[in-house]
């Protein structure tokens, strides 16, 4: 999933040339370690966390759907309708 964000290159490069100089083999897995920290950073950021996001908005769009006057979909149901497609085609790339 992160491969899919135009920043993601760019951010691994920052992280891997922030990290030091690697000349052992001890070197390079801290240096490892550093890189994946910083991008598991960054993926929080970026993408925070999808699960609990799918959750609260699937909780908007019942409290939109259970109004009693509701006749059809309204523009904010339809923008929630979006981005929870969005989040799950994000979720189905990650798994």
């Known amino acids: 999933m992160w491969e899919t964000h135009p920043d ?8 891997w040339q922030d ?5 052992t083999l ?4 801290w240096k490892s370690a550093v890189v994946a920290s910083g991008i598991d950073g960054w993926g929080s950021k970026s993408f925070g ?3 609990r996001e799918l959750n609260q908005l699937h909780k908007a769009l019942d409290h939109l759907q259970s ?3 509701h006749t059809g979909p ?4 339809v923008k929630i309708r ?13 798994w």
């Open 82 to 94: 979006e981005h929870i497609m969005e989040l799950n085609h994000m979720e189905e790339i990650m």
């Open 74 to 77: 309204i523009y904010e149901e």
């Open 49 to 51: 966390h999808i699960g």
């Open 26 to 29: 001890t070197d390079l897995k």
């Open 8 to 15: 993601f290159m760019q951010t691994l490069l920052h992280n």
């Open 67 to 69: 109004d009693p006057p």
């Open 19 to 23: 990290a030091g100089e690697a000349t």
